[in-house]
């Protein structure tokens, strides 16, 4: 037993002198050998290079890496196995950017051995955009070249199109053994390389027009514009543009491009109709998101903080949001609310701690039953329960769990309904803090 211990023991000092020394780095050894020539001209955007080259070492080899730089920036790289003397070969793509100038790039190989040991060659590389024959706009129904005009990179297709709207993408042709198709498509509300979704192109003229495009800015046309005083809202697919916007309590806001802005519906809780097209904002100053939908003829109006829809603050700033049933802008038929949370209604923030939402009987509200509630963000999470806001209205009442109606959801007083019609204005007032907020319901 008593020599086991000293076995042990001796284990135990051996295992800690050994943890207490550095493990010491594998020194570097042989003499890795990289020979290949600039293989590298007339080079564009877009293409794939093919290389080759011809390694060796006294040791054994480990990887050949090429590393495309634009400027100090990597952005591309590609890694073969090198696992005997001899010669290899492989390819490095050159990627499509928006808006990236022709310049020089850096194009850089390095030879690796398994001891670490390595040796380098750079080569630099012009890079140009490739000016084009022709494109190809792929639409529903066929194809149309697009031929260059004006500056370099523009390209444009005039014909008699069948429709004024023309959803289609845009191909390049592959010019050389070294190019690549490029495809320019919709995503995320703008043009992007590299997907086939359709660009909603609309020409607000029938008969012959052009559609243009240009393969370095990726501007395009036409496309259907509204002006929102003067700033160009952003189109998100060809039924929806958005804008957010900083706008000022009671400023004057001129609606141009809608033809048809006379048989738009103005909500009344952002927007007082001065004249068509000429409208005074209603809430309070700052940033909010505007929304135009073409289908429903409505401009949907949010409040923004920063970038994001605005919750309840704790001091009762920012916003108050509405989710539930029997509520529709810009009506119960077109655009009913439900519980969807995507369509939660922003209430209009008038000031002093007020939100306030207006709607008219059997248009935007229903005139039978209610049954919605108010809540602290655009979603699910802080909410009005009945420990939260009380009413002293003959018209609604807010439900406690056991009065008909789910803690905070509001319905109608018993044998009250709303007058077709009428207009009703909900407000909410937290003023006294977001516990103890006041709803008030008046028949205009």
Request: net charge negative; charged share 25%.
């Amino acid at each position: 037993m008593k020599n086991l211990k000293y076995l042990i023991l001796s284990i135990i000092g051996f295992i800690a002198f050994s943890c207490s020394d550095e493990v010491s780095e594998i020194p570097q050894a042989g003499n890795p050998v990289l020979e290949m020539e600039n293989q590298f001209s007339d080079v564009h955007f877009g293409d794939v290079l093919s290389f080759t080259a011809t390694v060796s070492d006294d040791l054994s080899l480990s990887t050949l890496t090429a590393i495309l730089y634009f400027g100090e920036e990597e952005v591309k790289r590609t890694t073969i196995r090198t696992k005997e003397n001899g010669e290899y070969s492989g390819t490095i793509s050159v990627p499509f950017y928006k808006d990236i100038p022709d310049g020089t790039a850096t194009l850089e190989f390095v030879l690796l051995n398994t001891t670490m040991k390595s040796v380098k060659k750079t080569f630099d590389v012009p890079i140009t955009r490739a000016q084009y024959p022709y494109l190809i706009l792929v639409t529903e129904n066929g194809s149309y070249p697009m031929l260059p005009f004006g500056e370099p990179n523009e390209y444009a297709a005039t014909e008699a199109f069948p429709s004024t709207d023309l959803p289609a993408y845009i191909k390049t042709p592959v010019v050389d053994e070294k190019g690549t198709e490029i495809v320019f498509g919709w995503e995320a509300g703008e043009i992007t390389q590299g997907v086939s979704g359709n660009i909603p192109f609309v020409s607000p003229v029938g008969g012959t027009f052009s559609v243009t495009f240009n393969t370095k800015t990726y501007e395009a046309a036409p496309f259907f514009e509204i002006l929102f005083n003067g700033q160009k809202m952003n189109m998100v697919d060809k039924e929806n543009f958005e804008l957010d916007v900083d706008l000022t309590q009671k400023q004057e806001i001129k609606i141009e491009g809608l033809d048809d802005i006379a048989d738009w519906w103005i909500d009344a809780d952002y927007f007082t109709e001065k004249e068509t097209g000429l409208y005074e904002f209603v809430p309070i100053t700052g940033k909010y998101r505007i929304s135009a939908n073409l289908k429903l003829k409505y401009f949907r109006v949010e409040v923004l903080d920063g970038n994001s829809t605005a919750v309840l603050n704790e001091d009762g700033t920012g916003a108050v949001w509405i989710i539930g049933d029997n509520l529709g802008k810009p009506s119960l038929t077109d655009n009913y609310l439900g519980w969807n949370t995507d369509k939660a209604l922003c209430m209009s923030p008038v000031g002093d701690k007020k939100y306030q939402l207006t709607v008219v009987g059997g248009e935007t509200i229903s005139t039978d039953a209610i049954n919605f509630k108010f809540f602290h963000q655009k979603g699910w999470g802080g909410e009005f329960g009945s420990d939260a806001i009380t009413t002293e209205s003959d018209i609604v009442f807010i439900g406690d769990g056991d009065n008909g109606r789910d803690s905070g959801n509001l319905g109608l007083v018993p044998d009250v309904t709303l007058e077709t019609g009428a207009t009703y204005v909900f407000t909410v007032d937290v003023s006294a803090g977001n516990k103890k907020a006041v709803l008030t319901v008046v028949k205009k």
